[in-house]
Every structure is written in structure tokens, then in C-alpha cells.
């Protein structure tokens, strides 16, 4: 496949080799920023030999494992693939790889669990250890190290700034049509240099197409037609339709307020069912000229740009089904100039969401009676996926919804809980409780009344009736009665479960 | 007294009154901005006149309780006068009365929480009701509503434009040479309109030096000479010394280390001893041209100032010493070179603070194993103070250090412990934990690293065996090993504590 490559630099040309020759170049206990965020432009060759180098190496009775760095969640062929020859230290930032789940949460492997606007500040403060080698996907190599980006940006910037050497899988499969939809952002400085970063609309350009990447870095180029990880996609169920009703209904109160303009402000989602529900909910729904400002463009977020409502979408990667990911490259001209990719950093960056005044909706676990959100952790001690960018975008949005079905594992557990297991967004943090049940709006609440519209507005009947009677014990018995709480049995919930299967 | 007047505006002479008029035209129900700030250039005679008021209507058997938003921590005469009457039926945000804990710990006033830069956009977006009346004290009234502002600025901005009508006190005790040293920002838009914020450096001003003000909104000007609540200042105990060496030791490796420039980055602390005795230590360490970005400027910073050691402070309040207080307004004309007031929208910026890299120290209640921290709450039920701007300076800073004794009441309390009973800052935004015994540097650390350095370092000695034998079982006996925790006896050590008195 000579005509093939994309390789167009010919002095690269020479850096051709096979994955298992650049896995080679790999030692143990290296540190290896890989490209890939929520299943898109991972690299997908290396790591898989890599896998195989670390296996023999363990057969051997040779010790090698080492630090994996990437944007967000990757795919079975790198997190998969390590995870299981127990080839990785330490994993940061986001994960939802079940192999990587099930040895993290069997103490087997170290997890760090960081908010993604930081992870590249924290590289560049030199807060997490050196990065020594970087393994990033790309669409093709031009001259003189500018790289057409793949179908995500997460934190390959920074890998190829701040690795020693560079191996790039350049794929074939990604369309060449992606050059021209990448925004690369290289004003970033370290303190106390930093200037305003100039980006006040979702569609701003405000960097290059490229990644740029000095040559004399790159020691390995590997050539792959492998796609990525296209989730299925199923159609949303009743209870994500219910919920993305409430929060529609909701969004539609605010503009009759006057607290939203019909074009509300730029969304951002989590990933997900409800996600998706929410955008099939939005074609449907009276605002327009809707914009997205988000980390990741879904399948619902997709039709919402193909339908017109949705005018433009910021993100740093795609994550489509195999059937929307067909109807992008179709129709790829056309949606190049409406959507863009940005490095994680600035998709998820403090100054511009706070700037954008987004509208945030993210996933949780549990809520519990005072707002306090659990994103992270089941039943306390094990790890889930990770924060991801719930943090970055709750804080710092215009308004933050988080949303649940009331229940899970058929019915055993409340996701409404007197206290969390784990908090990941504080009370401070959380404005918008929504489940299939109803919406609880947190604005200008105090604690109790905080908690008599979350039992009231979003917990199951099941569970209500136990909530109430928390509550209403706590206020009576607790030690102070701002926050009332019993510490006995806050947790009693979640030891419960675990005792007896159900809450 | 009239040659006394600071009100210049002839047109405004006409609304000077008593305190009891001005008190007379607030209405029960209403929401009121007040002035305000860790004690700083809060109303002196209007709350104290509404008090009276409160409490005669009810000895009449009428009803009269008000909404009170401030800046920060305000005074006996705002918060303890109005509490001790039962006369405010919500509080935001942040306030250390100790009528007003009692009464919100009893149940029986309401308070909201939030954080310091949150409040005045929550106000803008209209997520808190409506304003009605502002009571701000100034320094003096010039021509067409511009108004020197006083000791604090706070969200008085905020106040000033939002309100329906508006109380000035014109404080003469507030040195009018206070005049330039403010920098009011009039930037700020409602989402999509916002803009960057032009600053880059703390001592850059992008405002303008006044706060104004609609004439016609002014319905009362009240005259007063008291003065602010100034602090008793204590030398820093033996605790607080050793805590601040720890600090002041690390930072000097971090600049060894290469990962911060000899000047550090600007500083932002939090209020009390450990703050000031971290400043104290400042004055005899090698670091050089330091700048602070903060809330609160306190004696040890004054004293910084004076020394040479410290360049530039941006604060939005001056909190200083009867003696300290003295010396400012005696070298006033040299401060104002180097001291610059701001309003805490802006002070408390995380695009700002996370532009500039600040160097965040607060102080905390509790912190447990893994490095969560509770600033609020005792015993996971009673408010303490509030978050203030912890959280914003915390999640957006370059570092962020949490310091306090290892232990409280007399030892009896190890703020050390398995789980916090109420989280405010969580395991993503924690970097440094720092007690007496010593400084746990989690960057970079998955949580049973994390566990192992904070009891190892920080806890108290006497604590030391049981929070190891906690982690240890729950290592061998909780249902996942990534942050490992039996809930059962996870606050376990909190409930004893209401139990028996001793953790």
C-alpha cells in the first residue's frame, strides 16, 4: 500500500516501522502519554504489541509495566490490552475500561482520578513526573512535523510538546477530510505568563488545523486502518426519555423567566444514554440556533446539527455509533463547518466555560438529600470511570444539571441517599437534581430545603418514605440543624447493600 | 458636624437622615445587599437601627425578618444585631457571627453557602430572587452617584446596580485618602456577551476607582464615624509557626526543584493565625519580589508590604489590627501604591486566579485520609463559617495547600480522619495537607498513596496507630481497594465524639 501512506514528509518516511518494532522502543517504567478520548483516535496497533512485549517480558520473570497517560476512556485494543498482562502502574485520567476497573478496584493497579482541564497544566507544572514517551494517532504526517489530527485532540499537544520521543500511528481509516476541523491552541503559557485566552464563542478559531510536533522527536511511525471504538447505539429508554423531558421543560421555564434566551447558552453533555436523550429530546423542542460547547459530539448531537437546531458544536472528540460515524464522512465537508475540535484544556477549561455561561448536564451515581453529587464511586471504595469533566463544567456553568434514574440494579438501589459514599461535586457545586421521577432546582436553597424537594421531586416511591423519615429523625436528633445529619446510619444505606443486597 | 460632610453631591445633602429614617424604609421580606467584608466596610448604624426596629415590631406581635446578603463576615453590629432580634430569615454567604451560627445550627435562620465568586453572578442571573435594598458604607459621595468606596469592596458593585433603592452610610472614620485605591471592574456581562477579562498581573488595573451609582435609586445617606471591627492580633503560637515552616520549607524545594521561580507565583490566603504566622515567615526567607492575589489583606501581609518582601497585593478587604490599622492609614499615600481594593467577583475569579497561578493556603476543619477537605461543617451537621473562597482559589490555583492543627479541643478532636464528615473540597482539588506534624504532598499520588503520606505526615501521634489500623482494614476488608473505606465505621470516630466527647 505504498501510494497509500500518509506519511508525506520524506524524511520521515525512513521512520516506518512495524508496531512491534516501535513497542520495542518503549522501556519499562516509562511514563507514555497515549492519544484517545471516550473510544476515538486512540492509537491501535502499539499498544497491542506493547501488550505482547510486556507478557513475554513476564513470562520471562522480567518485571515491565508502565504509567498510561491519556485524554479520557480508550478502547479494549490499549486499556484492554495492557490492563490485561497487568502491564500498567498507574492510570490517569479517565478510564472506563473493565479489565482496568477490575484491577484498580483490586488494588492491583493505581488510579489517579484528576479533573481533565488539569491533567496538562499538572504535565507542564511538572506535578505528575516526567513524560517519556508519547503514542498518538493521526490522520497524516505533513512536512516539517505538522500532523493532521484524528478524530479526537484530548491531550496529544501536550504529549508531543512534552514527551521525549514520539510514536505516531498515522491511520489510514480516519478521513482526510478531518484537516481544516481541529482547532490547536498554542497560546498556553506556564505562570506567570499566562494571557487571556481569546475564545468568547463556541465556532471561535483560535489556533491552527495542525498539531505540530518536532521531527527530530519522532523515532517511530506505525501505519494502521483500524477504526475506532464505534459504540452501539440504542435507541433512549423510557426513563432517559423522562428525565430529558424534565430538563427540557425546565430549560423551557427558565426562558419564559427571562433567565435564558431562546437559544439558551452553549450545552455540554456527559456521555451516555441520557445524554442522548436529551439531544433527541432538543430536535423536538422550540429553541434554535442552539450551540454546543462540550468534550465529546454524540450521535444525538450529530442529528441535532444534521436537523439544523444545532448551529455549531465545539468538542474535543467524536463518539459515534457505527452508523453515525458513516454519515459524518459522508457528509463531512458539510459538518466541518460546524463542528470543531479543540485540545482538552481549552474544551474544558475554566476561563471559557465560565466566559460561555454553558449549560452543563452530566451523569452521577447518587445525589444525596442535601445535593452533595457522587460521580465516581460505588458503594464508597470502588472506583466507576472517573470525575472526567463533570468537575471542570459544573462549577464554572451558567446552570448544572446532574441526572439519574432514581434506581438501579432492578430497584436494590436508591440512587437518592442520605449522605453520598463519595462526593464529587459538593453541595456548593450541584444546582439541578433530575431523575425520572421529577427535577429538584437548588437555586438560593438552604440545606433543608434542599433536601425536602430532592426526596420529594426525585426519589423513587420505594425509597421516599425512608428518606422522609431520615430526614425528618436527623433534624430532631442531629447535633446541629443545618445539615442535619444522623452519623450512625448516614452510610447505612450503602452498608446495607452491601450486606444484604439491597438498600 | 457639617463641615464634616462627605457628601458632595449638593442634590444628595437633601437625603441625609438618622439611622432609624433610613432603617424605616426597609420593608419586612426584603432582600438586602449589604456591605461588607471580613469585618471591613460594613454598615455601622443603619442594622443596628433596623434591629431596633425588628424588635419592636415583634413586641407588637408582626412579623419582620429580612434577607441579608454581604460580602464576606461583617460585625456585631450587622450580623449579631440582626440575629440576636431573630431578624434574618436567610444569610449568604459567608459569615462567622456567633448569633448567627447558633440560631442556623438551631434550625432557626436560613443559610446558603456559596461560593465567594459565585454570588454576585448568582444575583445577575437571578437565581437568588430579587434585590431590594443595598446598604453599603463609603468612604465619601462625589458628584453624579460616583461613590469612594470604604475598607472592604465585596459585592457592593453588585449591590449598588441591582437593588431598587439604595442606603449609603458615609463613614468619616474611613480615611478619604482611600480614594484611588480601589479598582472597580465594569466589565462583567451576562452570558453570551461576556469578554475576557483583561488581567494579567495582580497589581494591573482594569477598572475604574469608583463604584457608582443611580442618583435616583439613593434614598438615604446615614453619617457615622465608627469604626471597622478591627482584630485583636496574636502573635502566632508555637502550632501555627510550625505549621507555616512547613510551608515556607516546601515551597523553597519546589523552587529548587525548578517548578517555581524565586518571586513564587502571587498568594492568596485565607484569614487567622496560621495565615498570618505563614506571612510572618515569609519576612525572613530568601524568596524575593513576592505579589500577592488574594481576599483579605491581614497584618502579616502589612508587614510584608512594609518590609520590602512583598511588592503588590490585590485583596477585595482590608482586615487589620486596631495597630495595624493605625499604620496603614498613617503610610496610606505609600500603600495605596502597592495595595489595591477589588470587588470579589473579581478577586475570587477562577479565570483570573488560574491565569495568574496563584498559590492557594487555607485553612480547614478536617481532612481525611485520602486527602478530602471539610472548611464548613462540625460534626458533619453544624456550619462553622462558610466555604468563603476556598473553593475558588483551591480548584483553579497553581497549588493549593489546607493547613491546621492535627488535632483540636484540647486534643480530644484529630482533624485527621477515616472520612470527613462534610466535603468541601474533594480528593480532585487537594494538592497539600499541612498539620504541626508536618506536609503530605499529594500530586500525583492514587488514593492509598495518598492515605499513607497524610497519616504518616500530618496526623497527631496519639491518632497516628488508629487511623493506620483503620486503613489497613479497610485495605484487607473493603468491597474495592481504590479508595478504600469500611462504612461502617467511616465517621465512626465523628460519632464517638458526640458520644463520649473524645474521638
Keep these: 500500500m505504498a501510494d497509500a501512506t500518509r506519511v508525506q514528509d520524506p524524511a520521515l518516511r525512513g521512520r516506518i516501522m512495524s508496531a512491534e518494532e516501535a513497542a520495542g522502543l518503549i522501556p519499562t517504567g516509562a511514563n507514555v502519554g497515549m492519544s484517545g478520548f471516550t473510544g476515538a483516535g486512540y492509537p491501535k496497533e502499539v499498544p497491542v504489541a506493547l501488550a505482547r512485549r510486556i507478557m513475554a517480558a513476564h513470562e520471562r520473570g522480567d518485571p515491565f509495566r508502565i504509567g498510561v497517560w491519556t485524554g479520557a476512556s480508550t478502547a479494549p485494543e490499549l486499556d484492554g490490552a495492557l490492563a490485561k498482562v497487568d502491564g500498567i502502574e498507574m492510570r ?17 493497579m493505581d488510579y489517579i482520578d484528576i479533573h481533565l482541564s488539569h491533567v496538562a497544566q499538572f504535565v507542564w507544572f511538572g506535578f505528575l513526573g516526567h513524560l517519556d514517551v508519547a503514542v498518538v494517532e493521526v490522520a497524516a504526517v505533513l512536512d516539517g512535523g505538522r500532523l493532521v489530527p484524528s478524530s479526537s485532540v484530548g491531550n496529544n499537544k501536550t504529549w508531543l510538546d512534552q514527551a521525549d520521543k514520539v510514536i505516531l500511528e498515522v491511520n489510514r481509516r480516519q478521513s482526510l477530510a478531518l484537516e481544516g476541523m481541529h482547532d490547536i ?47 452501539r447505539f440504542t435507541p433512549p429508554d423510557e426513563t432517559s426519555r423522562m428525565i430529558a423531558g424534565h430538563v427540557i421543560e425546565f430549560l423551557g421555564h427558565e426562558v419564559k423567566k427571562g433567565r435564558l434566551p431562546n437559544t439558551l447558552l452553549p450545552l455540554q453533555s456527559g456521555v451516555g444514554n441520557v445524554a442522548n436523550a436529551v439531544f433527541a429530546g432538543l430536535k423536538d423542542s422550540p429553541f434554535e440556533n442552539l450551540t454546543a460547547y462540550t468534550e465529546v459530539l454524540q450521535d444525538g448531537m450529530l442529528d441535532l446539527v444534521d436537523s439544523g437546531k444545532l448551529t455549531f458544536a465545539s468538542a474535543t472528540a467524536l463518539s459515534l455509533s457505527h452508523e453515525a460515524a458513516a454519515r459524518f464522512e459522508k457528509n463531512i465537508e458539510e459538518f466541518r463547518q460546524k463542528i470543531v475540535l479543540r485540545p482538552q484544556e481549552i474544551s474544558n477549561h475554566p476561563e471559557i466555560i465560565r466566559r460561555l455561561g454553558i449549560i452543563a448536564m452530566n451523569g452521577m451515581i447518587e445525589a444525596d438529600i442535601y445535593g452533595n453529587v457522587n460521580s465516581t464511586h460505588v458503594m ?73 424537594v430532592v426526596i420529594e421531586n426525585c426519589a423513587h416511591p420505594h425509597f421516599r418514605p425512608a428518606l422522609q423519615d431520615y430526614f425528618e429523625r436527623a433534624v430532631r436528633g442531629a447535633p446541629g440543624r443545618h445539615t442535619p445529619h444522623l452519623l450512625d446510619e448516614a452510610l447505612s444505606w450503602h452498608a446495607r447493600y452491601l450486606r444484604h443486597g439491597t438498600m
Tied chains: 1, 2.
Excluded at 442520605?418 to 431523575?435: A, L
Aim: glycine share 8%.
Design 185 to 231: 491552541y498554542y497560546g498556553t503559557r506556564l505562570p506567570p505568563h499566562r494571557q487571556p485566552i481569546p475564545l468568547v464563542h463556541p465556532s471561535d478559531r483560535i489556533g491552527t488545523p495542525y498539531l505540530m510536533c518536532d521531527p527530530a522527536k519522532i523515532v517511530a511511525i506505525v501505519e494502521t486502518d483500524q477504526p475506532d471504538r464505534n459504540t
Design 380 to 452: 464508597g471504595s470502588s472506583i466507576m470511570n472517573g470525575i472526567g469533566g463533570s468537575g471542570d463544567f459544573a462549577r464554572n456553568a451558567f446552570l448544572s444539571f446532574f441526572m439519574t434514574p432514581s434506581v438501579a440494579k432492578g430497584g436494590t438501589i436508591s440512587c437518592i441517599v442520605p449522605m453520598v459514599s463519595h462526593v464529587d461535586h459538593t453541595e456548593h457545586d450541584v444546582q439541578v437534581v433530575v431523575t425520572e421521577q421529577g427535577l429538584a432546582d437548588l437555586r438560593g436553597l438552604a440545606p433543608r430545603q434542599r433536601a425536602r
Design 92 to 108: 490517569l485520567p479517565y478510564q472506563s475500561d473493565p479489565t482496568c476497573r477490575e484491577r484498580i478496584n483490586a488494588g492491583q
